[in-house]
């Protein structure tokens, strides 16, 4: 079984940076980095989880609202995952969720079967 943990949210200024990292633990060969995919998704108060990056060995995959202001990466040797996002504004307020699935890349949440605990990150203007 994999296990999730994220770190890095904060509170920032608006036109601030943070980078969020998610440690991956468990049953991951690294041999088999070309087998999965990994996702940060986000949530707001009030509304439904949204799909913000992606990664997996075929290339990476952003949400047009993020787009040229976030930046996913992993790192596999180390199993973790980074979200290096800049250009903060304050509509980028959320819970921070890491997910990894066994397969290709996808912009859907209910394709990940394995999340972490999330974390917040929050954008004052």
């Known amino acids: 079984q994999v296990q999730l943990v994220e770190s890095g949210g904060g509170l920032v200024q608006a036109g601030g940076s943070l980078r969020l990292s998610c440690v991956a633990s468990?049953?991951?060969?690294?041999?088999?980095?070309?087998?999965?995919?990994m996702g940060w998704f986000r949530q707001a108060p009030g509304k439904e989880r949204e799909f913000v990056a992606s990664?997996?060995?075929?290339?990476?995959h952003y949400a047009d609202t993020v787009k040229g202001r976030f930046a996913i990466s992993r790192d596999n040797f180390r199993n973790t995952l980074y979200l290096q996002m800049d250009s903060l504004r304050p509509e980028d307020t959320a819970v921070y969720y890491c997910?990894?699935?066994?397969?290709?890349?996808?912009?859907?949440?209910?394709?990940?079967?394995?999340w972490g605990q999330g974390t917040q990150v929050t954008v004052s203007s």
């Open positions: 990664v997996s060995w075929g290339g990476t």
């Open positions: 468990g049953r991951i060969d690294r041999r088999d980095f070309s087998n999965y995919a």
């Open positions: 997910a990894f699935r066994w397969g290709p890349l996808s912009d859907y949440a209910n394709e990940y079967s394995i």
